[in-house]
T-cell receptor, first 117, second 116 residues
Framework: GAGVSQSPSNKVTEKGKDVELRCDPI?????LYWYRQSLGQGLEFLIY????????KSGLPSDRFSAERTGGSVSTLTIQRTQQEDSAVYLC???????????????FGSGTRLTVV | AQKVTQAQTEISVVEKEDVTLDCVYE???????LFWYKQPPSGELVFLIR??????QNEISGRYSWNFQKSTSSFNFTITASQVVDSAVYFC?????????????FGSGTRLQVQP
């Protein structure tokens, strides 16, 4: 696609329920990243994919968080047993392949605003 | 570990004023990249500039200019003759060139409000 697409754009869920957030990167972008932005805060790195593998998942805050990527394209971030502190905007970004991110930078999606009530 | 500090939480200026957003970073790597992103009220992050650690030349793009100084570990961003459309949150970010480490480290952002 022309840009990074994320769905849903907004999600309200009850505490304890599971949620799935979807990211569709730019075609040809083999690198994919998930970040979280809490209200009034900066961006917190969650996980990085290169193709379908995740060489860096150091930012996932707990084992309730998981992510997968299939076909080197779409990625799903799953949060199990959601808590109120999970409320945030979840941003996805993708980039062209390269020896490091700095060569090309990222293109970000518009994010999914998750509210846990 | 790398760190990016944007000490200015919020700045308010009147249209046509010049404004500088500060960014100070910490890294142990000798090869790294610095970025600025703009986040307008719509929420999407817009890439503004990338600068590698070996290029200390200042850069100007229209009303935007960037001052990179390795000696003070700073990468400041100046908007000349600010406009209302410049109102947004601006993030500075750092990427280290270590193999396998791909994530950007972001500062906490500076909210710029340009009043008409």
């Amino acid at each position: 696609g022309a840009g990074v697409s994320q769905s849903p754009s907004n999600k309200v869920t009850e505490k304890g329920k599971d949620v799935e957030l979807r990211c569709d990167p730019i075609s040809g972008h083999t690198a994919l990243y998930w970040y979280r932005q809490s209200l009034g805060q900066g961006l917190e790195f969650l996980i990085y994919f290169q193709g379908n593998s995740a060489p860096d998942k150091s930012g996932l805050p707990s084992d309730r968080f998981s992510a997968e990527r299939t076909g080197g394209s779409v990625s799903t971030l799953t949060i199990q047993r959601t808590q109120q502190e999970d409320s945030a905007v979840y941003l996805c970004a993708s980039s062209l392949p390269g020896t490091n991110t700095g060569v090309y930078g990222y293109t970000f999606g518009s994010g999914t605003r998750l509210t846990v009530v | 570990a790398q760190k990016v500090t944007q000490a200015q939480t919020e700045i308010s200026v009147v249209e046509k004023e010049d404004v500088t957003l500060d960014c100070v970073y910490e890294t142990r790597d000798t090869t790294y990249y610095l970025f600025w992103y703009k986040q307008p009220p719509s929420g999407e992050l817009v890439f503004l500039i990338r600068r590698n650690s070996f290029d200390e030349q200042n850069e100007i793009s229209g009303r935007y200019s960037w001052n990179f100084q390795k000696s003070t570990s700073s990468f400041n961003f100046t908007i000349t003759a600010s406009q209302v459309v410049d109102s947004a949150v601006y993030f500075c970010a750092l990427s280290e060139a270590l193999m396998g480490r791909r994530a950007l480290t972001f500062g906490s952002g500076t909210r710029l409000q340009v009043q008409p």
